[in-house]
């Protein structure tokens, strides 16, 4: 049985949020293309976060894990410049 992640917060990335180029994400050896919205969520029995990279029809890329939910946004922000304002909260971390 497959385990559904909580997903926290949502961020949609618009013509702003140009990749930095600190970090290349690849998918059988080529490079993933820019996503069109980034979430963070959590696995009930994982201590950590997920940034998860989803396209413009909402179908995961790829996603990261991380310590915490600021190490997440830092990435975000680290590969796109998101701002901590811009994330949309969509339910608690408690």
């Given at each position: 049985?497959?385990?559904?992640?909580?997903?926290?917060?949502?961020?949609?990335?618009?013509?702003?949020?140009?990749?930095?180029?600190?970090?290349?994400?690849?998918?059988?050896?080529?490079?993933?293309?820019?996503?069109?919205?980034?979430?963070?969520?959590?696995?009930?029995?994982?201590?950590?976060y997920y940034l998860l990279y989803l396209d413009e029809h909402g179908h995961e890329q790829t996603d990261t894990?991380?310590?915490?939910?600021?190490?997440?946004?830092?990435?975000?922000?680290?590969?796109?410049?998101?701002q901590p304002q811009e994330w949309t909260v969509l339910?608690?971390?408690?």
């Open positions: 049985m497959a385990v559904e992640a909580r997903v926290l917060q949502e961020v949609r990335l618009t013509a702003i949020h140009v990749p930095t180029g600190n970090t290349r994400h690849t998918v059988g050896g080529v490079p993933m293309s820019k996503p069109s919205t980034l979430r963070i969520a959590r696995y009930v029995d994982d201590p950590g894990w991380h310590q915490s939910l600021d190490d997440a946004h830092h990435q975000a922000t680290f590969e796109f410049g998101v339910q608690s971390d408690a």
